[in-house]
């Protein structure tokens, strides 16, 4: 009886010990920018999707978002969704600035990473992966959950 316990313990311990590093492996980086909640809102049909991520900079200097890109959408944008009276519209947005030691959200009701033309089919419960580069010469390959509208209200 002893020993079956030791060894679970033994088990956990390991498990822990593995997960503890991978974590500290992912944030130890050089980098300034980090992502974090990153998800896409999904809809049927091939309509396109809504990528969503908060953008944090650790550093102390402005670095701006200047490209995405996707191995699993064709099409990848940064939009903004712009209120115009009674209507709503979308423009193209070339960079956005992470301040010095703030964040920034690409949320809904603001900001959105347009996703189109799927190279593959892809799910609620699926990640997908954005890769973004920024102006200080960083790429961040970020991991986004795809969610269904119903999952995101
Ligand atoms: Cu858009």
Redesign the pocket.
């Known amino acids: 009886m002893s020993i079956k316990i030791k060894t679970f313990a033994a088990l956990s311990c390991t498990v822990a010990l593995s997960f503890g590093f991978a974590t500290a492996a992912f944030a130890a980086g050089t980098n300034a920018i980090s992502a974090k909640d990153a998800w896409v809102r999904w809809l049927p049909n091939n309509l ?1 999707a ?1 990528g969503y991520v908060t953008l944090v900079n650790a550093s102390d200097k402005p670095v701006d978002l200047i490209d995405i890109s996707s191995n699993d959408y064709g099409d990848a ?1 940064l ?1 903004q ?1 712009v209120s115009n009276g009674s209507t709503q519209k ?1 423009v193209m947005v070339d960079r956005l600035t992470v301040p010095a030691h703030g964040q920034v959200a690409i949320a809904p009701g603001g900001y ?1 990473v ?1 996703l189109e033309d799927a190279k593959h089919k892809v799910a609620p419960g699926d990640t997908v992966h954005l890769t973004l580069k920024f102006s200080d010469g960083e790429t961040l390959d970020t991991p986004f959950a795809v969610k269904s509208p119903a999952q995101t209200k």
């Open positions: 396109p809504a944008m939009h969704t979308m959105h347009m």
